[in-house]
């Protein structure tokens, strides 16, 4: 009898449920062991050993420098389920399966996608509100034991959410797809920027695993009122900075990849001087929420752009270097109007069952290669399971 060793390493306990509850519900044929460490609480050791007799690792993407020379890390893995979307853990593997490199993992990684799409969304629009509101500024008076009424004229203009053209970087992964989908029912106009063009007959925006927290909201193709791609290199500052000065709000989604990091500031030309942040483009009014990686702007640059008040305000949730010292010009050059943080929370996943949608699915697609792996005439022909799994990592694009 074929059995199969699965190794939870995760902050959430949930995850072993989830899992018993999915191998049922797609009559998984083989037998099967399920060991669950917290990661946070289990040594590295102990963390090593598991690794080593695992077929399948269910497991943020914390654990991946474990994985290092997988013939011998990890001999026996087959699929990895990240459940986190990013997979910036994985690109200091060793040898590192990225480009220029391009060596192929021995196993099929799949991210934890559409996982947090809703939570984060929820959080920019908040963020959004919040900022245009000036809720922080009466917040501070509160907290000063000041009448709110004394600066009550900070809080009598500001836009309504249908005057708002807001543009998402990255709109047309599942995150900046379920973005775009509460930001149009409230009324604002969206624009998205997204990596290439698509092909003819290609959907507008990458289908996505449905979630059932998007239930009643269109479809995300109906939702941009403008799409732009940056594949063209000549003329990508041009269209970046053009894009970004047509919005009133600024929300950041990108991936951290070569093509992304330190695209909105912190990049050197051929003689080695600082090339001017895109930033610069934006209307003073605007609004920058970060809530993709903190690669894709320098802290210098960050601190540059808001001090010169290129734009109004930034809310970062993601930072260059985590977590975010005390000592970072952040926080010691840029005064609280200028600048919000918060410690990389924006979609932490609020209920238990949260990984048990796409789980099933990839788990149905794992159990129907077993099958085929175990047949007679795979074995015969030495036919091996060719992973095709849902957001399975593309290491040439990135994500």
């Not at 893995?77 to 994985?90: E, K, N």
């Not at 509101?133 to 000063?144: C, G, H, I, S, V």
């Not at 900075?241 to 991936?255: A, E, K």
């Not at 320098?298 to 752009?305: G, I, L, Y």
Request: net charge negative; proline share 8%; aromatic share 8%.
């Amino acid at each position: 009898m074929v059995k199969f060793h699965f190794y939870i390493c995760s902050i959430s306990p949930c995850l072993r449920p989830t899992l018993e509850k999915c191998l049922k519900e797609v009559e998984f044929p083989f037998e099967t062991e399920i060991v669950y460490h917290h990661r946070l609480q289990t040594p590295e050791d102990q963390i090593r050993e598991e690794l080593k007799k695992a077929d399948v690792v269910i497991a943020e993407p914390h654990i991946a420098h474990l994985l290092s020379n997988p013939q011998e890390s990890c001999p026996k893995l087959r699929w990895f389920q990240s459940t986190f979307a990013g997979v910036d853990h994985f690109m200091n593997m060793k040898p590192c399966p990225y480009a220029p490199d391009l060596v192929p993992l021995p196993f099929a990684l799949t991210r934890g996608a559409a996982l947090f799409g809703p939570g984060m969304a929820e959080y920019a629009i908040s963020m959004m509100i919040a900022v245009q509101r000036n809720f922080f500024t009466l917040k501070e008076a509160q907290m000063k034991k000041e009448s709110p009424y004394s600066i009550r004229e900070c809080a009598t203009t500001f836009p309504l959410l249908s005057q708002l053209t807001v543009g998402i970087l990255g709109a047309s992964g599942s995150i900046g797809q379920d973005t775009a989908r509460r930001l149009y029912v409230l009324g604002c106009n969206v624009w998205g920027l997204c990596r290439r063009h698509r092909k003819e007959g290609e959907p507008l925006v990458t289908p996505q695993v449905e979630s059932p927290l998007n239930a009643r909201l269109p479809p995300a193709d109906q939702c941009f009122q403008k799409l732009v791609a940056l594949e063209d290199d000549d003329e990508k500052q041009s269209l970046l900075r053009s894009f970004l000065s047509g919005v009133d709000v600024v929300i950041n989604i990108l991936p951290s990849t070569p093509d992304t990091n330190y695209l909105l500031g912190g990049r050197i030309d051929k003689d080695g001087k600082p090339i001017p942040s895109p930033l610069e483009a934006c209307k003073p009014h605007c609004v920058f929420i970060n809530i993709g990686r903190g690669s894709i702007i320098s802290e210098a640059a960050m601190v540059d752009v808001l001090k010169r008040k290129c734009i109004r305000h930034a809310v970062l949730d993601v930072f260059e270097k985590e977590p975010l010292p005390a000592t970072s010009p952040l926080i010691t050059e840029l005064s609280t109007d200028m600048i919000t943080f918060t410690p990389h929370t924006s979609g932490l996943p609020q209920h238990d069952n949260y990984m048990e949608h796409l789980l099933s699915k990839n788990l149905q697609l794992f159990k129907e290669g077993m099958i085929f792996e175990q047949s007679e005439e795979a074995k015969a022909k030495g036919e091996k399971w060719a992973p095709k799994m849902i957001y399975q990592m593309d290491f040439k694009e990135g994500y």
